[in-house]
């Protein structure tokens, strides 16, 4: 016999995990938002609680505005066991402090593992890019950031055969994206009803005060 562990919420059912993946010189709002957000389902009883882990390349790594984050997974070290996750999230960054290190095929292969599982993928700003480079988003809508100064980020989106919306916020096919930080809260409070419905995600918004 084979006895599989699967560890239940209060409520009796599978704990939802999220695995973020976090570069050198992410955009620190997108990153903590996710964290914060995914934290206050864990502040009452009766809601259901999302658990959220973090890789990188590194030990440690640090925001473009100084917030430094220690993973639980060094991908350089370490093997993440992939099919424990419900989801995955990828903040954007800037390019000139680190972020280039996102589109790696080891991070492709990671959002292409979950996925296709039938977990969902959360990106923020140019955290979509990488999503599109890995081949998931041929034929779906989805937005980006497109102030930026020496990259044509609508056009790497394009080249991934995306369709752009030019949207704040845009979900298809269980891909989130966004255009830029002022929206990451909206992404994880999505990605929160998505994992765990609509009246969970309005408790939490009950409890923030939203």
């Known amino acids: 016999y084979i ?15 999220v695995l973020m993946f976090l570069s050198q010189g992410f955009e620190d709002l997108e990153a903590v938002t996710i964290i914060d957000v995914l934290g206050w389902t864990h502040v009452r009883d009766h809601l259901k609680p999302i658990a959220l882990q973090t890789c990188a390349f590194h030990d440690e790594v640090v925001g473009k505005f100084g917030i430094k984050i220690k993973v639980d997974y060094n991908l350089r070290k370490q093997t993440v066991p992939l099919d424990e996750f419900d989801a995955f999230v990828l903040p954007g960054g800037f390019h000139s402090d680190g972020f280039d290190e996102a589109y790696s095929e080891e991070i492709h292969d990671l959002a292409r593992a979950v996925y296709r599982k039938g977990g969902f993928i959360a990106t ?3 955290g979509v890019l990488p999503i ?19 990259h044509d980020n609508v056009g790497r989106l394009q080249q991934g ?27 994880a409070y999505t990605l929160v009803e998505a994992l ?14 939203a």
């Open 3 to 17: 006895f599989i562990q699967i560890k239940l919420n209060f409520h009796g059912e599978k704990l939802k995990k």
């Open 124 to 126: 923020m700003c140019v």
């Open 132 to 150: 599109a480079d890995a081949g998931l988003l041929e034929g779906k809508k989805a937005t980006t950031y497109n102030l930026s100064r020496f």
């Open 161 to 187: 055969k995306a369709v752009y919306t030019g949207k704040k916020i845009e979900m298809d096919a269980r891909i989130i994206s966004c255009a830029g930080p002022a929206s990451s809260l909206q992404v």
């Open 196 to 209: 765990t419905g609509k009246a969970n995600l309005a408790e939490v918004q009950k409890l923030m005060i």
